[in-house]
DNA sequence: GTCATGTATCAA
DNA sequence: TGATACATGACC
């Protein structure tokens, strides 16, 4: 028990030692402050620290030396000392004095003068570690390309003085569109959902929303999915404003590339920027318009901690910086109707008659087929007539894509008749057992057919182009997906045959689109099967040319491919919005999961206050391995700032206390 | 993460 | 009692 006089009870000798210690440590203090001399004006630099720990999430206060008066602003990188190591770090601020109590360590070093971390990513950054109950460290090395020296000591070529003028052509058809552009040059920062109709060019409608905002003097940051739409709609944009005027930034780009052309976008050289994910966070001067393709893409989903998705990390940027919005896919989420839904956003869409003069879209049902081809009667018409005018894009979902089984007649997905899960093959030999319960079907019979026979269902891409090219002697097949994916098709006859999301684009749009075994994207059992088959679907049917056929092969009645016949993915998103509400799933509910072991997730759920009304649910096990369990918890909509605040809290508790790592995922992509 | 300090534990 | 392990909290 210490006695109330503290160190007076102890050993003579020992007090000296304790007294001597900390004597000499006071003096290596006192004489580092001395060694420095501080700046005259605001000496205080109010820094970020690199370090994966979340309780340390916060400005720390140093002490800039007089030789770094000028170099230390805010946004460079510095090395500090922190609890005895050096550690990288940015100035946030520069300031006259500071709030901390003990005396200042000085900053150790500049590591460069060039400003890299704009206040407005400073402020970004935050929300969106505070939105993903993330660290902000982790959020900023998504932000800020790793530096590289001989590609900083460059200039950055300024853009040319004129652009050419912009145009509205690839938005006709679209209401009200012009508005939209006319507001964004007039300065103004409007918020639109885009459905685009099929048909469009959306890569140049892009374009000219970024060229309308750079006439009033803004910049514009278009995210789109993959490298891919990074080269259409780069295209778009020399073709619309001339070169020189944007820039791209992927991950794939080299170390050197990309940093050189990120220090472009900070130091105001280009202001117009295109890219993948990660470019949501560039600094963008004078930002006007922030715009996302295809929102619905899984690629939009940063896979690194804390999980950021790009719409979210936009919409977020446009709150904070008040800039306009662009949310745009031939698709619609159910995350962008809610924007519509709660009037953040004005609609952008096409009337009725521009959507029949674009395509015509229909749905054949799958039995309606001769000879178990796999392309019924009325698709086969349709691709005979259309291959004269142009090439023809086949979809066919993609080998192994659902190594389900189905009905080997009508081609119904086959069900457990225990619990009506999924039935798959595990082995070549073994009889087939349900993907849910385990349970063996020996004697399955089909229960919309009576059939026995069961087949696995999927042909990959390079079956369907044989299957096909048999039935069209003499037409050219050309084949897209997997690791061989083609970017375009020459506007001739032929069959193009490829997977989702590896479709080429054809010059002047197909000549028809044919989707087939569209039953089987339906067949799996995730949270968002139909929104996630319609925008497949959509996708391919958007590359259409101006009064081409779509033709849909699969169940007719399904609600997806009904919206899909109608165009009508507003009505699609908005339904599914319903049932989400319905159901409190995403978005009509904030949800984060929280992955670890066992024992950490418990322990991570006991020191958890979410606020009133919380939901936990769980944990069960993950997969097949026995070491890792998840827990999801869940609050109305409304509550999602505070879950994601009481998330981020347990997080800072535990990492101070070293409790090992959970890891935490708000809005989960996938569960 | 490192470092310093405080508290619990145990053989001698 | 002293040596040691372990927990806790600060870190500018």
Same mark, same amino acid.
């Given at each position: ?9 102890? *050993? ?11 004597? &000499? ?27 994966? *720990? ?24 510095? &090395?500090?000392?922190?609890?005895? +190591? ?238 306009? !919005? ?10 962008? +109707? ?43 018409? !349709? ?180 919206? *899909? ?92 206390? &070293? ?11 996938? *569960?």
């Amino acid at each position: 028990m210490p006695s109330p006089e503290g160190e007076s009870d102890m *050993l003579p000798g020992l007090r000296a030692t304790v007294a001597d210690s900390r004597a &000499k440590a006071a003096a290596t203090r006192k004489r580092r402050a001395a060694e420095v001399e501080a700046a005259e004006r605001d000496p205080v630099a109010r820094v970020l620290v690199d370090l994966p *720990l979340a309780h340390l999430d916060r400005p720390f206060d140093y002490l800039v030396p007089a030789k770094d008066a000028e170099s230390a602003v805010p946004g460079v990188r510095v &090395k500090v000392r922190f609890a005895g +190591q050096d550690v990288d770090a940015y100035v946030v601020e520069r300031a006259a004095e500071s709030d901390h109590p003990g005396r200042l360590a000085p900053l150790r070093r500049v590591v460069s003068p060039e400003p890299v971390l704009a206040p407005e990513v400073v402020a970004l950054t935050g929300a969106v570690a505070e939105r993903y109950a993330g660290s902000r460290a982790d959020v900023l090395r998504l932000a800020v390309p790793p530096r590289h020296a001989t590609t900083e000591a460059k200039p950055s070529a300024p853009a040319p003085e004129t652009a050419s003028a912009a145009t509205r052509e690839a938005w006709t058809g679209h209401e009200p569109a012009a508005a939209f552009l006319a507001h964004l040059t007039d300065g103004g920062s409007p918020r639109a959902v885009w459905s685009a109709a099929p048909a469009t060019d959306w890569a140049a409608a892009l374009a000219e929303a970024a060229a309308a905002t750079y006439a009033s003097g803004r910049g514009s940051l278009l995210v789109v999915p993959d490298r891919r739409d990074v080269d259409r709609v780069d295209a778009a944009l020399t073709q619309v404003l001339g070169e020189g005027h944007h820039v791209v930034l992927t991950a794939d780009a080299g170390p050197a590339a990309r940093y050189r052309d990120f220090l472009a976008v900070s130091r105001g050289a280009r202001r117009i920027v295109l890219g993948t994910r990660a470019a949501a966070f560039a600094p963008v001067r004078d930002l006007g318009l922030v715009a996302i393709w295809d929102d619905g893409d899984d690629l939009h989903a940063e896979p690194r901690a804390p999980y950021p998705h790009a719409r979210e990390v936009l919409l977020l940027r446009a709150d904070l910086q008040g800039c306009g !919005v662009l949310v745009g896919g031939f698709a619609r989420t159910v995350e962008a +109707q809610q924007l519509l839904r709660t009037g953040w956003a004005r609609e952008i869409t096409s009337p009725r008659e521009v959507l029949r003069a674009r395509a015509r879209v229909s749905v054949v049902e799958a039995g309606e087929r001769e000879h178990g081809a796999r392309v019924p009667r009325a698709a086969y018409d !349709v691709l005979r007539s259309a291959t004269a005018e142009g090439p023809v894009l086949v979809q066919s979902p993609r080998a192994g894509y659902l190594p389900s089984l189905a009905c080997e007649r009508c081609r119904t997905p086959a069900r457990c008749a225990a619990c009506t899960g999924p039935l798959q093959l595990s082995g070549p030999t073994d009889p087939p057992r349900c993907r849910w319960c385990g349970q063996q079907a020996r004697d399955w019979a089909c229960g919309e057919c009576g059939h026995r026979g069961l087949r696995a269902p999927v042909l990959g891409g390079a079956r369907t182009a044989e299957e096909l090219g048999r039935s069209f002697p003499g037409l050219p097949v050309l084949v897209s997906g997997g690791d061989q994916v083609r970017a375009t098709v020459p506007d001739r006859p032929a069959l193009v045959v490829a997977t989702p999301g590896a479709e080429p684009l054809a010059a002047v749009g197909y000549a028809a689109v044919v989707l087939l075994d569209c039953w089987l994207p339906l067949a799996r059992a995730e949270l968002r099967t139909d929104e996630e088959a319609l925008r497949r679907w959509a996708n391919a049917a958007g590359l259409v040319r101006p009064g081409g056929h779509v033709v849909a092969v699969g169940p007719a009645e399904h609600p997806a491919l009904q919206a *899909l016949v109608r165009w009508d993915p507003a009505g699609f998103a908005e339904r599914e919005a319903a049932q989400r509400s319905e159901a409190h799933l995403p978005p009509a509910s904030r949800m984060a999961t929280i992955i670890g072991t066992p024992g950490a997730v418990d322990d991570m759920l006991t020191l958890f206050s979410g606020p009133e009304g919380t939901e936990v649910l769980g944990p069960v096990p993950v997969g097949d391995d026995e070491d890792e369990v998840r827990a999801v918890v869940r609050v109305p909509r409304r509550l999602g700032a505070a879950l994601s605040g009481a998330l981020g809290e347990v997080q800072r508790l535990r990492s101070a206390r &070293k409790l090992e790592a959970v890891r935490v995922q708000v809005d989960p992509f996938s *569960l």
